[in-house]
């Protein structure tokens, strides 16, 4: 079996092949990316205009390329995986619209697969079949969620963020200290130089209810109430407390920051983040009984992070599994590995009339 995957969910184009045969882990055969870091830069984020009309220029140069790389031609690939959501409307509809025109004309299945369950299935490509049952951390710039999974393919929200993605904080805290975009590698950088201990910024608690309705969530049975937002994740308040002793540590802008102030500031701000994370990530495999944790996404590329969540599951007892930093952030190669593990679940594609869904919520199973 072997699989094509494409992706473009925001600002990576991408295109993978892997392979896989009956008793044999999935094989990675190619994997091609364009950035458009370099686009964006100047404006701080991501434009999704300027992102989208970037896709269309990348596109078919990147497939190309994986297929290249896999020496591999249209009529080995038995299947196109394609990210459908969530992300940026403009952005996926690059990719889905690429997908479902090679899948039309040339006979060849098109399986539609979630952005999330792609990065959940980058553990499993790089590190074989998880024990089950397991749960695992997605946290990337745009999504911060806990996820049990009971068994392979089987996906569980059991927490989610309720305003902004750990990703997302680190790029806001970058700016505010006059640091580069995209903020997540650099605050990972300056933090290791610091102290974590320097600022006392305050551990996110929630208190109440979310007013917002979300998707839905699955806890223990018999306790919902008592877990009631002790698996959810806010960061909105962190990044208030810092921009507040930015202000009062420059004297609202009258002086620099000086290099030391930065470093200690990525530090404390880092170490409330991988607390943060862990403590609910740790606390639900408790109650899951989970054999194992995995820790996916962009912000599982965060040096810091991982060797936190290592010596943790190496104090308690419970295996930590991570992608390779390059399997961590946006890339097609996860997006293939979720479109085999649909085939493998009996899914061979249907009607190519499904579109682009920036909004797809993951379903429980």
């Known amino acids: 079996m072997r699989i094509l995957g494409i992706e473009s969910s925001c600002d990576e184009t991408a295109a993978a ?28 984020g991501v434009v999704p205009e300027l992102a989208a009309r970037q896709h269309l220029r990348d596109i078919c140069g990147v497939v190309d390329q994986a297929l290249a790389d896999a020496r591999a031609s249209w009529t080995d690939i038995d299947a196109i995986a394609v990210t459908q959501g969530p992300g940026l409307v403009g952005s996926l ?59 392979p393919g089987v996906y569980r929200l059991v927490g989610r963020t309720r305003d902004d993605a750990a990703g997302e904080a680190y790029d806001k805290v970058a700016k505010l200290v006059g640091l580069g975009y995209p903020g997540g590698p650099i605050v990972d950088r300056r933090a290791a130089r610091g102290n974590p201990h320097a600022i006392n910024f305050p551990i996110p608690k929630l208190t109440h209810d979310d007013r917002n309705v979300g998707p839905q969530t699955h806890l223990p049975e018999g306790f919902g109430d008592a877990l009631k937002r002790r698996a959810d994740f806010s960061f909105s308040g962190l990044k208030t407390a810092v921009r507040r002793h930015v202000e009062l540590a420059t004297g609202g802008g009258t002086r620099a920051l000086t290099d030391a102030e930065v470093d200690d500031i990525c530090a404390s701000f880092q170490r409330v983040v991988i607390q943060t994370l862990l403590d609910r990530t740790f606390r639900a495999a408790e109650w899951f009984d989970a054999r194992a944790i995995g820790i996916a996404g962009g912000v599982a590329a965060n040096a810091g992070l991982r060797a936190a969540a290592e010596a943790r599951g190496a104090a308690v007892g419970v295996p930590v599994f991570v992608p390779s930093v390059a399997l961590a952030t946006d890339n097609a190669a996860m997006i293939a590995a979720a479109g085999l593990r649909r085939w493998d679940a009996g899914d061979r594609g249907g009607s190519l009339d499904f579109n682009a869904e920036p909004g797809l919520v993951m379903l429980v199973e």
């Open 93 to 151: 509809l690059v990719g889905v619209s690429f997908a479902k025109a090679v899948g039309a004309a040339r006979d060849i299945p098109v399986l539609p697969v979630h952005h999330l369950a792609g990065h959940i299935e980058s553990l499993v490509l790089h590190n074989g079949e998880l024990p089950y049952p397991a749960i695992v951390l997605v946290v990337s710039g745009g999504h911060t969620s806990l996820y049990h999974l009971p068994s």
């Open 17 to 44: 092949v892997v392979d896989a045969a009956d008793g044999h882990p999935w094989q990675l055969r190619s994997s091609v990316v364009a950035s458009q870091v370099e686009i964006h830069r100047e404006w701080g």
